[in-house]
Structure formats: structure tokens, C-alpha cells
């Protein structure tokens, strides 16, 4: 048995750092995640290349659901990681701890292969939301998995032709929020996401950004046209905790701009955000913990 058939479903799961292993058992459970095929491939996405909160899937992210998917019987997992020389958020250190196998290229891709995304929750200047639909492209252009390019909706298509059953994972721990153009801010929501369809929990993501996914994220728009996934907020179940998605995200208003551009450079501010987060948050503390356990440069 694989999983399920892809549905309009999005789990929500509130977390807390003490039991955030926990919570990610929870949250593949509610999405029905059971037995899975024996190989896997983990797409680990970051926005930005220095460590920010909400700007990439945190390292516990990766490890847990590795955790899991081989507790699940899953034998053989890789991930498409970055260059060593772009790694400041540990997965090499942790892929390397985990027995996985780190990719630089991707491999052929079939019907028996779980792809798993693994996104965090995080909107740019111009409203480019940084979610899971774009994931599948790093399979066949490994530079996707930095990027929102066009080739997300095409790639996409692609893996749900071969038949690869697909996983969305979102960390919604702390989101980013980098549409003011003058600063980025981070917001702790204790939240994680999954879903089966990565569209529709792009697009449950984008509603809480304060956007319409079908008529402001055009390429949710196109996918939702070309039947890859659903992106009509109001024809998605929310299970699990449905009240932690209750109240809006985000501290800037959306960009009325249609030009996607992520948000790239590094300012004080940023820096400031940073530090603030690592030493009073309970995230930013395992987030350091984790860099001090893996090793990871600084």
C-alpha cells in the first residue's frame, strides 16, 4: 500500500519546541501517511542562503520526517541538498548523522519514489510566496529548490504523469514576512502543515498571508486550471488543529506588484531579526542547539 489518492486535505498541527517530534508523528497521521514505497527523496527548501528564521525548512524538519519515513519502513532515503558552500542551515550534517544519501543531481524519477517537500512558510516583496509546489522541479533543475522558477507547474505535472505519490510539509514554527521593502519580519505561530497536495497547502498558506490564491498567486492559478492540485481555500479541509489557523499571518500588507522577485539582500535589520530570534525564542534556542549538534559552520 502506498498513500492514499491526493485530496483537498491540509493537517494542522499546533507545536511547541518540547514536542515538536512528537507533533510531526501527529501530523503524518492525520494526513493518513501509513505504509509508504521503500524509497524516498527529501527537497529541503531555503530562500535565503544565510540562516533566517522562516526563510528555510528548519533542521528538525529534516530530521524528524527522515525519523519517521525510515520508523515507516521506508529503506532507502536521499535529499537534494545545496552546495556546501550554501549550507548554513545543517542538512548535510544532519543528512550525513541520518545515514542519507546527499544528492548534488537528481535521480530518475518513478512511480515508486516518494517525493517529500519540505518547505517553510515564508512570503517575499511582490508576494512570492516560498511554499511546496515549486519542490518538485529540484527533482529534474536542483536550483528550483532555491527558487520559485517557471518551471514549478511543468515539473509538477511531470512527477504526478509518472505516478510518484508526493508529500507537502510546511513549517510554520516561525514564518518570515519580507514584503515591507525597508525590513523583514519574523513572527513565531507554533504551527506545522502537511498535505498530500502541494497546491492546496500552498495555497491554505497563502490565505493566511491575507491573499486570494487564485487571483493573486498566478502560477496556485494554474495549477489549480490544469487539475495538479486544488487552490480554492474554501474547497480544502483543514483537520487536525483547525483553530491555530484561525487568525491572519504576516506584519506587512500584500504588495499590489505582480513581479515575484525574492527578498536576497542581508541588512543590519536582518541581522538584528536574527539574533533576537536565537536568543529569546524557544525556536531560535533549538535552532542553535541544532547548529551546536551538527556541527554546523558558522
Known amino acids: 500500500m502506498m498513500l492514499t489518492a491526493p485530496d483537498a486535505a491540509v493537517a494542522a498541527v499546533h507545536t511547541a519546541p518540547a514536542t515538536v517530534a512528537a507533533d510531526y508523528q501527529r501530523l503524518l497521521a492525520l494526513i493518513e501517511v501509513h505504509a509508504l514505497p521503500r524509497?524516498?527523496?527529501?527537497?529541503?527548501?531555503?530562500?535565503?542562503?544565510?540562516?533566517?528564521?522562516?526563510?528555510?525548512?528548519p533542521p528538525w524538519q529534516l530530521e524528524k520526517v527522515a525519523h519517521l519515513l525510515r520508523g515507516a519502513g521506508v529503506a532507502s532515503i536521499?535529499?537534494?541538498?545545496?552546495?556546501?558552500?550554501?549550507?548554513?542551515?545543517?542538512?548535510?550534517?544532519?543528512?550525513?548523522?541520518?545515514?542519507?544519501?546527499?544528492?548534488?543531481?537528481?535521480?530518475?524519477?518513478?512511480?515508486?519514489?516518494l517525493v517529500v517537500v519540505l518547505a517553510p512558510c515564508r512570503i517575499d516583496r511582490c508576494n512570492g510566496l516560498f511554499g511546496a509546489t515549486h519542490g518538485p522541479a529540484a527533482i529534474f533543475h536542483p536550483a528550483a529548490a532555491t527558487r520559485n522558477t517557471l518551471r514549478g507547474i511543468p515539473a509538477l505535472a511531470q512527477v504526478r504523469c509518472v505516478g510518484?505519490?508526493?508529500?507537502?510539509?510546511?513549517?510554520?514554527?516561525?514564518?518570515?514576512?519580507?514584503?515591507?521593502?525597508?525590513a523583514e519580519y519574523a513572527e513565531v505561530r507554533n504551527v506545522l502543515l502537511a498535505s498530500r497536495d502541494p497546491v492546496a497547502l500552498d495555497a491554505t498558506i497563502a490565505a493566511r498571508f491575507g491573499l486570494d490564491p487564485l487571483h493573486e498567486v498566478p502560477w496556485l492559478r494554474e495549477a489549480h486550471q490544469q487539475g495538479l492540485g486544488m487552490a480554492n481555500p474554501n474547497a480544502i479541509t483543514i483537520c487536525g488543529d483547525s483553530d491555530t489557523l484561525n487568525e491572519p499571518w504576516g506584519l506587512a500588507a500584500p504588495s499590489s506588484r505582480r513581479a515575484i522577485r525574492c527578498f536576497q539582500r542581508w541588512t543590519p535589520a536582518d541581522a538584528t531579526t536574527l539574533l533576537s530570534w536565537l536568543h529569546h525564542t524557544g525556536w531560535g534556542r533549538l535552532f542553535r542547539d541544532y547548529q551546536t549538534r551538527y556541527a554546523v559552520p558558522a
Not at 524516498?40 to 522562516?54: E, K, Q, S, V
Not at 556546501?84 to 545543517?90: H, I, K, L
Open 78 to 113: 536521499t535529499a537534494l541538498l545545496p552546495l556546501p558552500r550554501n549550507d548554513r542551515y545543517g542538512y548535510a550534517s544532519i543528512a550525513a548523522a541520518l545515514g542519507i544519501e546527499a544528492l548534488r543531481r537528481p535521480l530518475p524519477l518513478d512511480g515508486e519514489t
Open 39 to 57: 524509497r524516498a527523496i527529501l527537497i529541503p527548501r531555503y530562500a535565503r542562503r544565510m540562516p533566517f528564521p522562516g526563510a528555510g525548512a
Open 164 to 182: 510518484a505519490p508526493l508529500l507537502a510539509l510546511a513549517d510554520a514554527t516561525t514564518i518570515s514576512d519580507g514584503r515591507d521593502t525597508e
